[in-house]
């Protein structure tokens, strides 16, 4: 069973910063992309940064320049060091990851429960 276990949100003044980390454990063969998305409430759920397995990043217009996204495979665990922080930053948090159980089962995404970003101006 594949788990992806999340933490580092808080509450935070407007201009502050935080660091998310996520965990993914138990039993899988590899993982590729990692990337953590926001929910904002009567929000879709929105990507704010994904990182391939080689390091290469992508993030949302609305965070470039402020979050950066990092990984450590040998511990499988992905990063989000948000800096600069919006109110309209507040959301839940998700981390994603692309990963395969088997060599012979497809790739799929997987979900961490979510951790609670608040910014207060």
């Known amino acids: 069973q594949v788990q992806l276990v999340e933490s580092g949100g808080g509450l935070v003044q407007a201009g502050g910063s935080l660091r998310l980390l996520c965990a993914a ?13 926001r929910q904002a409430p009567g929000k879709q759920r929105e990507l704010v940064a994904t990182i391939s397995f080689g390091g290469s990043t992508n993030y949302a217009d609305s965070v470039k320049g402020r979050f950066t996204i990092s990984r450590d ?26 990963l395969r159980l088997t060599v012979s089962i ?7 429960q979510g951790t609670q970003v608040t910014v207060s101006s």
Do not use: H
């Open 25 to 37: 454990s138990g039993s899988f063969f590899s993982i590729n992309a990692m990337g953590w998305y």
């Open 73 to 98: 495979n040998a511990k499988n665990t992905v990063y989000l060091q948000m800096n600069s922080l919006k109110p309209e930053d507040t959301a839940v948090y998700y981390c994603n990851a692309r």
């Open 106 to 112: 497809k790739e799929s995404d997987y979900w961490g």
